[in-house]
Each structure stands twice: as structure tokens, then as C-alpha cells.
Nanobody
Framework: QVQLVESGGGLVQAGGSLRLSCAAS????????MGWFRQAPGKEREFVAA????????RYADSVKGRFTISRDNAKNTVYLQLNSLKPEDTAVYYC????????????????WGQGTQVTVSS
């Protein structure tokens, strides 16, 4: 059974940093891309970043480019999202997802999802 478990969310002041983790288990993810999405209250789920597990290539939403960094640790089967220079508009529930459509920005192209972790940025 595939499981994605996010952690690392919390409350931080604007300009601060957080590191989110997504621990993956239940299958081999070598052919998968891992994505991070976020959803703020009253808004649709939006793409944040993705990484292809095998080659490590990355993709970012324009809104986070230069501030967020996605990475993976193959030995730990874990994907990370480093959030720097946080802004109040980054406040959302952040979700980890796994899919086989490459580094897609579309949530419907991901097969597995974690339960989410809350990130709140105060001004």
C-alpha cells in the first residue's frame, strides 16, 4: 500500500523558512515524479514544484521560483521542499503527490497523495 506522509509544516513569520518532508513507502518510485501542491482556503489546489525521482530534474511554479527548492533523498525515499523568503500568500495546506506523467503541474495526473501539512505565514 502506497503511503505519502508529509511533515514539517508550521507557523512562521514573513521572510522565514521551513522545510517540508514527504516520506514515501509501499512501492518503488524510480519511474515516478513527485510533486508538491498547495491549497489555500477557498482556492483550487495549485502546483508548487515537482521532481523526477530517477534523474532529479525539477520544475517550479513561477510564484515560488527562486524561493522554494525541491529535492530528494533516494536512500530515505523522501522528498523535501525547502521554503525560503516566505510570504503571507504562501499560507496553505501543502500536499505531496506521486505520479507517472513526468513533472506535471496538473493534480489529476498524480496517482497518490499525502494527507497534507499546514503552512501559515504571518505578516
Amino acid at each position: 500500500q502506497v503511503q505519502l506522509v508529509e511533515s514539517g509544516g508550521g507557523l512562521v513569520q514573513a521572510g522565514g523558512s521551513l522545510r517540508l518532508s514527504c516520506a514515501a513507502s509501499g512501492r518503488t518510485f524510480g519511474n515516478y515524479a513527485m510533486g508538491w501542491f498547495r491549497q489555500a482556503p477557498g482556492k483550487e489546489r495549485e502546483f508548487v514544484a515537482a521532481i523526477r525521482w530517477s534523474v532529479g530534474s525539477t520544475r517550479y511554479a513561477d510564484s515560488v521560483k527562486g524561493r522554494f527548492t525541491i529535492s530528494r533523498d533516494n536512500a530515505k525515499n523522501t522528498v523535501y521542499l525547502q521554503l525560503n523568503s516566505l510570504k503571507p500568500e504562501d499560507t496553505a495546506v501543502y500536499y505531496c503527490a506521486a505520479g507517472t506523467y513526468g513533472s506535471s503541474r496538473y493534480p489529476e495526473e498524480y496517482d497518490y497523495w499525502g494527507q497534507g501539512t499546514q503552512v501559515t505565514v504571518s505578516s
